[in-house]
């Protein structure tokens, strides 16, 4: 019984399959300087990953690159229902910063740290209050098996249980969009390469324009034919 038992389609062995998923979460800034930033996030963040990160300041947006130099699990609060919610703090370096944004991060901080900047002062300064943004990062996984109503695919990316992501997957060499739900998830890994690799469930909830007819295509003709 349990999830199989709740299939509405046949899935399907696939081997060369692969795709994308938008993960965006919520941070609270802990302080910054124009080079980086320490954060704080209920969820962990892979080092050596690359994020988004979306500020805004007179009316302005302003995306920036950082990788995650450093992630280390800070403390854990009671949650709602007496669940232990983990909280970690962790340090991103800005990329590819010219001198364009460096102004705009500059403007950033004026409005928002502590104690007033003055010109050319460039330490690492508290925020207040801790200023929420958003961090965007695109996940690469691969597909195992594929029907017209989910599939199981294998990714780094270890997100909760019910959760609803954007994701792109390439059919033969067409990518269709699809928003998927996170409705099983079991972690595993490759101790050899020291990755941590999650397998998950995911069950299709919207398509994009002409997404399903490719899918539906590619499950007719290639699939169930062989």
Known sequence: MGR????????????????????TIDVSVVNM??????????????V?????????????????????????????????????????????????????????????????VIIKLENRMFGRFKVRPKKSVNLDSEFDFHVKKISLSGMLIETELLPDLESIFDMEININGTGINIQGRIAYINQIGEKEFKRELSELGVEFKKFGEGAKEILEDFILNELENN
């Open 33 to 46: 300087s124009v080079d980086g930033m320490a954060i704080e996030s209920k969820k962990r963040l892979n």
């Open 4 to 23: 199989i038992a709740k299939r509405r389609h046949t899935r399907h062995d696939v081997k060369d399959i692969r795709g994308s998923l938008l993960f």
């Open 48 to 112: 050596g990953r690359n994020y988004i990160l979306k500020l805004s300041h007179d009316n302005k947006s302003l995306k920036l690159t950082g990788r995650v130099v450093w992630c280390n699990l800070s403390k854990a609060l009671k949650g709602e229902d007496d669940s232990v919610v983990p909280i970690y703090n962790a340090g991103i370096e800005f990329e590819n910063v010219i001198s364009d944004k460096v102004r705009d991060i500059v403007g950033f901080m004026e409005e928002n």
